[in-house]
């Protein structure tokens, strides 16, 4: 009949306009990134906040090891909640986030003591 038509009709070009509105929002989506952060095939470059950080690649992962998340718990700010970074107490170049931190404090089984305040 020719309302049952008419409602196949709609449905059609209801489905229509879904299908472009899906393809104008792949379209228009966010690009992939072009250009490799590998560099040299072992070193990998990202950006934060702070600035540029360089990683390795380490049996097919990307490592990155001893990124301050706050500024040294030393001095007058010992036993205080971290304080975040601020633009001018950022690192200036890019920070070689090849090794881990400093290790905390420890009491060995000798009794040695060693370790560094500095090592979140």
């Known amino acids: 009949s020719l309302k ?5 009709i709609a449905g059609v070009v209801i489905f ?3 299908l472009i509105i899906i393809v104008l929002i792949a379209i228009a989506g966010p690009r ?7 560099i040299n095939g072992r070193y990998v470059r990202a950006v934060t906040s702070c600035g540029e950080v360089e990683g390795i690649l380490d049996d ?5 090891k001893g990124i301050p998340y706050a500024r040294s718990p ?12 601020l633009l001018e107490t950022c690192w200036n170049d890019t920070l070689k986030a090849h090794n881990s931190s400093d290790t905390c404090w420890q009491v060995y089984s000798n009794g040695t003591i060693n370790g560094n305040e500095n090592c979140l």
């Not at 992939?32 to 590998?38: G, H, K, L, Q, R």
């Not at 097919?60 to 990155?64: D, I, M, T």
Request: aromatic share 16%.
């Open 4 to 8: 049952e038509f008419r409602y196949i």
């Open 16 to 18: 229509l306009i879904l």
């Open 32 to 38: 992939p990134i072009t250009a490799s952060p590998i």
């Open 60 to 64: 097919g992962a990307v490592v990155f």
């Open 74 to 85: 030393t001095g007058d700010r010992r036993w205080r909640k971290p304080e975040p970074f």
